[in-house]
């Protein structure tokens, strides 16, 4: 249960934060203090912060992290396939897992591999979204990485989200580390010395 609260709530907070997401904050801190009172810790920068700031600046903050820079990407597959053609395998591959496990994806917008949507595939299949973070987990903390990084509110989020999987052994570590050290593909397009793959995953603190 707590789980899924705190995917439903990472996505939510992971979402562009119009009136409608800014909203739900409050009910965001009570089903966290409800449901996962010790991951709710993780969201009280972001919602403190976001009580606190116009939503224009919220807002505008979202669009520079997110949507301005590689290095904050939400976009899972961007970290392991950059821009490939292998990618576009890779994506509609999510697709049709999503089709067999009754999700539509019609009118989203999003391409199937943004975070907030594979949280809400977490919430709707939890054995099958699970499995889908699980498998994408060293894309996970190089978010998480990059954001703590930045100093972003947005990085407790991602964290935990990280903290709702299995397995904080260094078999996890290790894959992020190499797929970072790897750096980008060789077929990629328009990715520079400064993408976020060549980053190197540090120890998170407190995990």
Same mark, same amino acid.
């Not at 992290?65 to 509609?92: N, P």
């Not at 400064?194 to 120890?203: E, G, I, M, S, V």
């Given at each position: =249960?707590?789980?899924?609260?705190? &995917?439903? %709530?990472? +996505?939510?907070?992971?979402?562009?934060?119009?009136? /409608?997401?800014?909203?739900?904050?409050?009910?965001?801190?009570?089903?966290? #203090?409800? %449901?996962?009172? &010790?991951? /709710?810790? +993780?969201?009280?920068?972001?919602? *403190?912060?976001? /009580?606190?700031?116009?939503? %224009? @600046?919220?807002?505008?903050?979202?669009?520079?992290t997110f949507d301005m820079s590689r290095r904050h990407a939400l976009y899972l597959s961007y970290w392991t396939d950059g821009d490939t053609r292998r990618r576009g395998a890779v994506l509609a591959d999510l697709k049709r897992r999503y089709r067999e496990a009754g999700l539509q994806l019609d009118g989203t917008g999003e391409l199937p591999d943004y975070l907030p949507l594979v949280l809400e595939f977490?919430?709707?299949?939890?054995? !099958?979204?699970?499995?889908?973070? @699980? !498998?994408?987990?060293?894309?996970?903390?190089?978010? &998480?990485?990059?954001?703590?990084?930045?100093? %972003?509110?947005? /990085?407790?989020?991602?964290?935990?989200?990280?903290?709702?999987?299995?397995? #904080?052994?260094?078999?996890?570590? @290790?894959?992020? =580390?190499? =797929?970072?050290?790897? *750096?980008?593909?060789? !077929? +990629?397009?328009?990715?520079?010395?400064?993408?976020? &793959?060549?980053?190197?995953?540090?120890?998170?603190?407190? #995990?």
């Amino acid at each position: =249960m707590s789980s899924a609260v705190i &995917r439903q %709530s990472a +996505s939510l907070c992971l979402s562009y934060p119009d009136d /409608a997401v800014l909203g739900s904050a409050p009910l965001i801190e009570r089903a966290l #203090r409800e %449901s996962a009172p &010790r991951a /709710a810790a +993780s969201f009280t920068p972001l919602l *403190g912060w976001w /009580a606190t700031t116009p939503a %224009s @600046q919220v807002q505008a903050a979202y669009v520079d992290t997110f949507d301005m820079s590689r290095r904050h990407a939400l976009y899972l597959s961007y970290w392991t396939d950059g821009d490939t053609r292998r990618r576009g395998a890779v994506l509609a591959d999510l697709k049709r897992r999503y089709r067999e496990a009754g999700l539509q994806l019609d009118g989203t917008g999003e391409l199937p591999d943004y975070l907030p949507l594979v949280l809400e595939f977490a919430r709707h299949a939890p054995r !099958e979204g699970t499995a889908l973070l @699980q !498998e994408y987990r060293p894309s996970l903390e190089l978010i &998480r990485i990059a954001l703590a990084e930045r100093g %972003s509110p947005y /990085a407790g989020v991602v964290a935990a989200v990280c903290d709702t999987l299995p397995g #904080r052994s260094p078999a996890d570590r @290790q894959q992020a =580390m190499a =797929m970072a050290a790897a *750096g980008p593909p060789r !077929e +990629s397009v328009g990715l520079d010395a400064h993408d976020p &793959r060549l980053l190197p995953l540090q120890p998170a603190g407190g #995990r």
